[in-house]
């Protein structure tokens, strides 16, 4: 059964076009009420509609973010949230936490921000068009449950902290690079990584493979 990501944070990054790596934002925050926009200290380039040199609050969520959530009223919302895992109800924010708000074009991308102690942290496997013809095939072998496993890749040439999704030593993609510091962090203890849900490869390679990480987050990884 579909159940809802709890989160209040997501972690708003930008992917450089050149070197592909993702840079921090800022971090979007929500009470239950109200939203909030904090863009961090270092970035000198402003989201549109979002001018820098202050906290931005709204009872909405902020239209570039609202943008990235399919309407309630689109006859394929139903389909499109089972897809990520999520029962039909599901709020903007947690919609954006499992999606991504990932658009074509778009150099945008929120994460979930796990809070320190127990977490169950879902995630899209990223890089699937990275992978082989034979790998890609192989995740229409995997059911949900199915226990998978984090490799490093250490010789990976945009990010030396890559890490790899596998199992039984076939690649099935990568974890997030916005992520990757705090799967670090989860990975360094006991956890568990299992499939949540295979999609078919016609809703899209970024939408394929839908896991889940489970165990401790120690909260060391800085947030500003």
Known sequence: MATLLRT???LVSRQDPQTR?????????FDGEQYAFTYDAEVRRALPGLPLGRTHESETLFPIFAERVMDSQRPERPATMAHLGLPAEAGPFEV???S???RTGDTYELTPLPH?????LPFLVHGIRYLTAAERASIDHLRPGDRLSLLPERGNPIN???LLVTRDGDRLGYVPDPLLAYVHDIAAGEHDLVVERVNPPDFGLH????VRLSGQY????QTH
């Not at 790596?21 to 925050?29: C, I, N, Q």
């Not at 320190?116 to 169950?120: D, F, I, K, Q």
């Not at 939408?207 to 839908?210: C, Y």
């Open 8 to 10: 209040d944070q997501l």
């Open 21 to 29: 790596a993702y840079v921090r934002v800022g971090t979007l925050t």
């Open 96 to 98: 954006l936490a499992v």
């Open 100 to 102: 991504g708000g990932s």
């Open 116 to 120: 320190t102690g127990e977490v169950s």
């Open 160 to 162: 030396p902290r890559a």
């Open 207 to 210: 939408m394929r493979l839908l």
């Open 218 to 221: 120690s909260g060391g990884v």
